[in-house]
């Protein structure tokens, strides 16, 4: 079965930045919709971008990452990117990456086993 696989996680400070990749295990992977959430301890997780990775890849991000992370997907659109900059205290979380195929973009079927990132 095709997974998901997180990785760029890490410990930085505030004010620093981090890039997380989400890369699809199998060569066949069509999910191209894809998007990151994030959970911090005792929360709830929320989903943090997206990005359709049909068409114009149009993306769309929580309001409280707006302006400091981007999404983006590689030409194959089977490996998307979190650029985050500006990290805050409450960036702190395991972050998650998620994958649709078109049709279905939204329903969030297939996830990974996320990477944590801390900011002190």
Known sequence: DVQLVESGGGSVQAGES??????????TFSRSCMAWFRQAP?????GVAAIDGDGVGSTSYADSVK??????????KKIAYLQMVSL?????????CAADPPSSCGSWTL???GTQ???S
């Open 18 to 27: 981090l890039r997380l990749s989400c890369t699809a295990s199998d060569d």
């Open 42 to 46: 005792g929360k709830e997780r929320e």
């Open 67 to 76: 302006g400091r992370f981007t999404i983006s997907q590689d030409s194959t």
């Open 88 to 96: 805050k205290l409450e960036d702190t979380a395991m972050y998650y």
């Open 111 to 113: 996830m990974g086993q």
């Open 117 to 119: 990132v801390t900011v």
